[in-house]
């Protein structure tokens, strides 16, 4: 599996952004999708994920309530909506494809190369 991330930036706090994951290859496995992001100095930290129908989503404390994953299975694509974007935010952000769901990053089999988001206060 393939992933290309895309749609990082600059913003100021309060604004929102959409971050767009496509993946090719062996999409059809049914991979749970899944965002991290990685700040300066900083380990990798689990953002949000989701299964392959949609209908399960998991988050991290610090987005529940600003950041929504979803995803169209047609597109082959997952995306992570973020809302009310603080300077603490940012980071660069990676998607991540794997078999079962795990908030450790080092349990995740495909990565996308990252996209930088920055949030100036």
């Known amino acids: 599996v393939q992933l290309q991330a895309s749609g990082g930036g600059l913003v100021q706090a309060g604004d929102s952004l959409t971050l767009s994951c496509a993946a090719s290859?062996?999409?059809?496995?049914?991979?749970?999708m899944g965002w991290f992001r990685q700040a300066p100095g900083k380990e990798r930290e689990f953002v949000a994920a989701i299964n392959w129908s949609g209908g399960n989503t998991y988050y991290a404390d610090s987005v529940k309530g600003r950041f929504t994953i979803y995803r169209d299975n047609a597109k082959n694509t997952v995306y992570l909506q973020m809302n009310s974007l603080m300077p603490e935010d940012t980071a660069v952000y990676y998607c991540?494809?794997?078999?079962?769901?795990?908030?450790?990053?080092?349990?995740?089999?495909?990565w996308g190369q990252g996209t930088l988001v920055t949030v100036s206060s």
């Open positions: 991540a494809a794997g078999t079962a769901y795990y908030r450790d990053y080092r349990r995740w089999a495909y």
């Open positions: 290859g062996r999409t059809s496995s049914g991979y749970i």
